[in-house]
């Protein structure tokens, strides 16, 4: 319910996006995308980093008239597009959900340390 009414408040929800734009703007997320970049001889085969992905697609979608359910939707397409669809077997599905979930957690932590340290009014 406490992010249903946050959603519902323009203000607080423009203030949010603002602060996660100016996060990717300010490309304070480079020392965690630098993480991300699993090393190949190929460069060509560097691992996309689908976490980014979807937080940009998450916060695309965020607006005040969002439905906490739309949101939560959106990020099982892109995890259905990007994690489970790619996987060709369980035991790769297990891998890729585990680095999947590992590194969003690592993006997510990230993200509010930097909203907590640089941006507080983001938090409303």
Known sequence: QTVRALLNNNSTVTVLRSGLHAIFNEKSLDVT????????????????????????????????????????????SDLQTFVIKPSKSKEAFKKQASDFILKWNLLLSNVGKILTINRTDSFG
Request: aromatic share 6%; with cysteine; glycine share 2%.
């Open 33 to 76: 995308k630098n993480l991300f970049q699993e090393k190949f001889r190929n460069s060509k085969k560097r691992q996309k980093n689908i976490q980014l992905k979807c937080l940009k697609n998450f916060i695309s979608s965020l607006t005040s008239s969002t439905d906490i359910r739309d949101l939560l939707s959106g990020l099982s």
